[in-house]
């Protein structure tokens, strides 16, 4: 089984709102990680968690916060986001080998629409 | 740093028609290729993969042979299928010491009609 579930499907969100995305993975994996997709783009890196420690921030806002609860569960915890953020959020996870080339497992994504 | 050239689209191709799109990369050291298929309004899903040179990867009639000497995963299929329509992405990962990072192609958009 190499299935990730992320929830929920879709989001709409005032400015103003605090909204959090879910992501869960029950493969054992160590490694996963948040991306942003815009439309007709390829997915860019937010967020690796490593054996439920941050390990690569790309340079994201402050907005978006990112959190581990376990190593099976990833959130994304946004507050006062701006129009610009809406895009599809995808979680990715993967065994979390450091030195040894990964595979990465993605989720089906969350589609946030920020107004 | 690490780089993936994909041909871009939109390729479109009549049902039955031989596909495909061509991947370079430019990488340190001995990456894995993979190629993720995007049905519309969907997330990534992995078509296959490759992690060493000459190895094949196959799926779902889906095939790519990854060549150390001309730096390509070209992606093939014999006879496409109108349910194939879908945003192709190749991909590499060189799995440096404490680096999980996928690089992408730009994406190669493929329309099949019947």
């Known amino acids: 089984d190499t299935e990730v579930t992320q929830t929920p499907k879709h989001l709409v969100m005032g400015m103003t709102n605090k909204k959090s995305l879910k992501c869960e993975q029950h493969?054992?994996?160590?490694?996963m990680y948040w991306y942003k997709q815009k439309a007709k783009k390829p997915p860019e890196l937010m967020f690796v968690?490593?054996?439920?420690?941050?390990?690569i921030n790309e340079s994201v806002p402050s907005r978006f916060s990112p959190e581990c609860p376990n190593s099976s569960l990833l959130n994304l915890h946004l507050h006062a986001l701006q129009p610009e953020d809406s895009a599809l959020y995808l979680c990715?996870?993967?065994?979390?080998?450091?030195?040894?080339?990964?595979?990465?497992?993605f989720g089906p994504g969350t589609r946030l629409l920020v107004l | 740093g690490n780089s993936v050239t994909q041909m871009e689209g939109p390729v479109t191709l009549s049902e039955e028609a031989f596909l495909t799109i061509n991947c370079t990369y430019t990488?340190?050291?001995?990456?894995?290729l993979f190629w993720y298929v995007q049905y519309p309004g969907e997330g990534l899903q992995l078509l296959l993969k490759?992690?060493?040179?000459?190895d094949k990867g196959s799926n779902k009639g889906f095939e790519a042979t990854y060549r150390k000497e001309t730096t390509s995963f070209h992606l093939e299929k014999g006879s496409v299928q109108v349910s194939d329509s879908a945003v192709y992405f190749c991909?590499?990962?060189?799995?440096?010491?404490?680096?999980?990072?996928?690089?992408f192609g730009k994406g190669t958009k493929l329309s099949v009609i019947p």
């Open positions: 990715a996870s993967s065994q979390g080998h450091s030195g040894t080339q990964e595979t990465q497992y």
């Open positions: 493969m054992g994996h160590r490694a």
């Open positions: 968690y490593s054996y439920e420690k941050l390990s």
């Open positions: 990488a340190t050291g001995y990456p894995s």
């Open positions: 490759a992690t060493k040179a000459d």
């Open positions: 991909a590499l990962s060189d799995g440096g010491a404490g680096s999980y990072q996928l690089t």
